[in-house]
């Protein structure tokens, strides 16, 4: 059986029909921040010869990638702007998909 105040809960949620609304800006840096996380690791386990096939396909992908100092300070930076840009966009296109359906 449920209490009161879980039933309030309920209905509330059940009331509100509305879409959750992204925050494009801070999706987008959450976004990018764990893609350059990702490209550091893999520039640090490229120099030390752990993982070689996951840094020869970011080698592959990315442009300015390779297990070299200067070349993971590249791959984070192209990484960033890329993975900034198009999680920006899906936050600012979620938003209009969803607030046009309600």
Avoid: K
């Amino acid at each position: 059986m449920s209490t009161p105040s879980e039933q309030t809960d309920v209905e509330t949620l059940e009331s509100s029909q509305e879409s959750p609304r992204l925050d494009p800006l801070p999706f987008a840096a959450a976004a990018a921040t764990v893609a350059a996380v990702i490209m550091l690791l893999l520039g640090l386990f490229g120099a030390i010869g752990i993982y070689e096939g996951g840094v020869e396909m970011m080698e592959q992908w990315h442009l300015f990638f390779t297990p070299t100092p200067a070349g993971t300070i590249a791959g984070i930076l192209e990484a960033v702007v890329i993975t900034g840009v198009f999680t920006y966009l899906f936050a600012e296109l979620y938003n209009r998909f969803t607030g046009s359906l309600s």
